[in-house]
């Protein structure tokens, strides 16, 4: 990696660190209004730190001794009407500002590919209404940023292509196959036939999604939609993954727990694992108990605390190290109600 481009693009790094912590340690009682935009934020820019620590962790030992020119005062979190008075929502957009800055100017796709035990490279096929492209754009995000690369038609095909045939060619390429159901997805000839195919490709995992309450048909009635949320996020595709890899995608559930910046948000990321708890491996519930110990916004959440460790810890606690047992023995003790 070029050392230079990340020197010079530190100050806006720093700000954009800076802004990240900050929002960690907020009261989420008063982030509520600025939820989705802080998730979104708080995820894109942690997975681009990540990343670029692991291009070079040698000029990131030091950032913290870069000064930066902060545009607001970062003091005030603590303040009910500086919420009020929106002054929030700037920091918000600077901490945008700052990803669209870097991302310009420095590359930090990963060339990993996820793979599935089997081996082979997990590939989305995104099918959706043209009128849904904005939301079909964030399911490609949040694919990106599990490592997993996902196809749009409408990024990804040229007017020099016979349509048809590339669309035959990603779904007969693909093993992950979301539909953006809609009323006009399914008035679409061409949605419902994209659909109808995937339905009959061998080791397709098929994920629907319903903005509007609309109920799979056809070829794909069998399965069941869900509605995601307003901003589309690594959790609203993992269930689908745990579905096709049940390994891969507990272990990418393992890692969203672990990557958990908030008490809500762990709350929120424990729920990927919750339904399996009864199918979890001797080494997928002790790193699960790892990084509950290792994070503090997870073992200090309440529902984690009260509900969600103790179930692990007396099935699998005999797992950990008499440390590790205790340390967490004492929290679940201390939260008991």
């Known amino acids: 990696m070029d050392s230079l481009i990340i020197r010079k693009l530190l100050p806006e790094i720093r700000i954009l660190e800076e802004h990240l912590n900050k929002y960690i340690f907020a009261d989420e009682r008063k982030l509520y209004p600025y939820s989705n935009a802080y998730v979104q934020y708080f995820e894109r820019g942690n997975s681009l730190l990540q990343e670029l620590k692991e291009r070079d962790g040698a000029i990131f030992k030091n950032i913290k001794a870069i000064p930066s020119p902060m545009p607001v005062k970062m003091n005030e979190y603590d303040s009910d009407e500086y919420l009020e008075k929106d002054t929030f929502r700037p920091l918000l957009e600077n901490v945008e500002r700052c990803l669209t800055l870097i991302n310009a100017n420095l590359p930090i796709k990963s060339p990993r590919q996820t793979e599935s035990n089997s081996g082979s490279a997990l590939y989305a096929f995104i099918s959706y209404h043209n009128s849904d492209k904005l939301i079909a754009g964030q399911f490609k995000e ?12 409408h990024e990804d ?15 007969a390429k693909a093993n992950l196959f979301v539909c953006i159901l809609t009323e006009r997805y399914q008035k679409s000839d061409w949605c419902m036939q994209e659909s109808g195919i995937a339905a009959f490709v061998g080791n397709m995992t098929v994920m629907p999604f319903s903005l509007d309450g609309t109920i799979p048909q056809g070829f794909i009635a069998k399965y069941q939609a869900v509605k995601p949320g307003d901003t589309i996020l690594k959790n609203d595709i993992i269930p689908g ?11 990418m559930a393992i890692n969203t727990i672990k990557e958990s910046g908030s008490f809500r948000r762990a709350e929120m990321n424990f729920e990927l694992v ?19 110990r290792e994070n503090a916004q997870v073992h200090h959440a309440s529902l984690c605390a009260n509900k969600y460790i103790p179930q692990i810890l007396e099935k699998h606690g005999h797992l950990l190290e008499k440390a590790d047992y205790s340390f967490l023995s004492d929290i679940v003790d201390q939260y008991k109600t």
């Open 274 to 292: 919750l339904p399996h708890l009864g199918e979890l491996s001797d080494t997928h519930a002790k790193t699960l108990l790892l990084v509950c």
């Open 142 to 153: 949040a694919f990106e940023l599990l490592g997993i690369d996902a196809f749009l038609a």
């Open 241 to 251: 993954l745990i579905m096709h890899d049940f390994n891969m995608g507990i272990a």
């Open 157 to 171: 095909i040229t007017v020099s292509v016979e349509w048809a045939q590339k669309i035959l060619a990603e779904i």
